[in-house]
């Protein structure tokens, strides 16, 4: 996908998950979202990567380098 600025409709397919859910993290606030005309709701491509890339779970020999590393 090409595009930087998703509606909700391709934001639900980018993500994978069911409209119910995306409408519940854009009403609690825990993703970032547009609605410029204050009824239809966009997303920016880069906000979502960062939504969908937050708490990192490290393999375990990620973590057995991090503690030889110290």
């Known amino acids: 996908?090409?595009?930087?600025?998703?509606?909700?409709?391709?934001?639900?397919e980018y993500l994978n998950v069911s409209d119910s859910f995306l409408y519940k993290m854009t009403s609690a606030r825990k993703i970032t979202f547009f609605k410029p005309s204050g009824k239809l709701i966009y997303f920016k491509k880069e906000d979502l990567?960062?939504?969908?890339?937050?708490?990192?779970?490290?393999?375990?020999?990620?973590?057995?380098?991090?503690?030889?590393n110290q």
């Open 1 to 12: 996908m090409t595009k930087n600025l998703l509606c909700f409709k391709e934001a639900i």
């Open 49 to 68: 990567d960062k939504w969908l890339l937050q708490k990192k779970s490290k393999a375990v020999e990620e973590t057995e380098q991090d503690v030889n």
